[in-house]
Each structure stands twice: as C-alpha cells, then as structure tokens.
C-alpha cells in the first residue's frame, strides 16, 4: 500500500486512537470531574425541591388574587 497517503486513518484506526486517549487520563481526573458534577446536580436539585415545596404551601399561581 505504499501509494495510499499515510496521513488518512481507517475508521478503525481512527477508534483505537480515540479509545488510547480516553483511556490515558488518570482514573484521579476522572473521578474529581464525576464528583464536580454530582455536586452541581445535587445543588440544581436541592434548590428545585425548595422552590417546588413553597409553590406547594402557597399554591401555583395563587399571587395577587383575593
């Protein structure tokens, strides 16, 4: 095959090369980026269930009527 251009990848090539990368970074990286978004989805999540239990008590468009 020494007429094909060597840059150009298979597909296959293209995957192991993709799977190699992942698969370098430190498993310390990836658990701190897990824990960053477990953090940000339980605030979202703390902050959504306060404002859903006032809407509750004081009732869903109730504001402003008599």
Known sequence: MPDKNQTELTPWQKFENAMRQIVKVPYSQV????????????????????????????????????
């Open 31 to 66: 658990k701190a980026q897990l824990d960053a978004e477990k953090e940000a989805k339980k605030y979202k999540r703390t902050r959504k269930s306060k404002l859903s239990a006032v809407r509750a008590l004081y009732g869903k468009g109730q504001r402003g009527r008599s």
